[in-house]
């Protein structure tokens, strides 16, 4: 091989390797808390999104005051960071949306391989059902 | 090709290129992911989001001993005070109360008083109203506030690059209880990178 291509080569892996910073996560074998897990139809029309980020759980709760909340674990599947925009909809027991003045997609980023929690809780306490509508972010 | 046809081509072009440069309009959900983005001020996403996290978080503590009714079975009443802006630009509070206080009237759990404000009524007539059938010794219908909602919008800048921009919006919210204490506090920071141009101030 001309020595130039193998420089060549061995600087551009170096600056691969580099770019790829990815989160290490350690968490307790044994975890105390107990998720009450759902389960979940998924709708895709973004295989690219999809193959990126995906959703490993997600889990239901219902607050003192009786409000739904929800947490998607969400992962990067990726050693780069990557930026997703979502949006949580909420439905009354007759499946109505319920309308929300604050209602705006929201970002977040994950860094390489990291896992992150979406966490939203009902407008109000009528909320039985939602609906979680995840798009890559614009950049 | 003739000499003829090329000036005709050329004439379709130039229309073409014309009608694309034409200025075009469009509406665009305020909550969809194309509503515009500056670096230089606040958005109305962002304050759709701001208003939303503290919803969620104030509607997550209902019933929890710590955000509860004076009045047993009855909402909570709020009562907007004093949010300051600490910006150096011209922020309308009301973009950021007004969706907190329409989320948490339609939840029923927490509801606004016009009566009772920061700086006075919010409502005059509502207050003339109440004062005239309290007068009257039609009973006293003017019910005080549990909460007291105040807090501050601030700014800050940093540079990112020759030519990129950070903008940092900090929206911190407290609610108190009759008692002076405040039992709810919260932040959220609204945090945008983009060209220097794209700043404002």
């Known amino acids: ?139 | 090709m003739t000499k003829r046809s090329l000036t005709y081509f050329s004439l379709a072009v130039m229309i073409s290129c014309l009608w694309g440069c034409a200025s075009k309009s469009a509406y665009v959900d305020p909550a969809g992911p194309n509503s515009a983005v500056n670096v230089g001020q606040i958005n109305v996403q962002d304050f759709a989001v701001a208003a939303d996290t503290f919803v969620q978080d104030i509607l997550g503590r209902v019933g929890r001993g710590q955000l509860t009714s004076s009045e047993a079975g009855k909402p909570a009443i709020m009562a907007i005070s004093r949010i300051t802006n600490k910006t150096l630009y011209h922020i309308d509070i009301d973009q950021l109360v007004k969706k907190i206080r329409v989320e948490l009237n339609r939840s029923g759990k927490i509801l606004t008083t016009t009566t009772v404000a920061y700086g006075g009524a919010e409502d005059p007539l509502a207050k003339e109203v109440q004062e005239t059938l309290a007068l009257s010794g039609q009973g006293v219908v003017n019910r005080l506030p549990d909460y007291t909602l105040s807090g501050a919008i601030l700014a800050q800048e940093a540079r990112k690059s020759r030519l990129t921009t950070q903008a940092s919006y900090i929206f911190q919210l407290s609610l108190t209880d009759r008692s002076g204490i405040a039992v709810w506090e919260s932040e959220y920071i609204v945090t945008k990178q983009g060209r220097k141009s794209a700043v404002t101030w």
């Open chain 1, 1 to 139: 091989m001309n020595p130039f291509l193998h420089i060549l080569c061995l600087t551009l892996c170096s600056f691969f390797l580099f770019g790829c910073k990815s989160v290490n996560t350690i968490k307790p074998s044994d975890t105390l808390s107990k998720k009450a897990f759902i389960e979940d139809v998924r709708v895709v029309t973004d295989p690219f999104l999809q193959s990126r980020a995906k959703v490993l759980g997600i889990n239901e709760t219902l607050t003192e005051g009786g409000f739904l909340k929800i947490q998607v674990e969400l992962e990067n599947l990726t050693p780069t960071t990557k930026h997703v925009e979502y949006l949580f909809e909420w439905f009354d027991k007759d499946g109505n949306l319920i309308p929300s003045t604050t209602r705006a997609y929201r970002v977040r980023e994950l860094l390489g391989r990291e896992t992150i929690f979406l966490q939203a809780v009902s407008p109000t306490d009528q909320a039985s059902d939602f609906r979680l509508k995840m798009i890559r972010a614009r950049r």
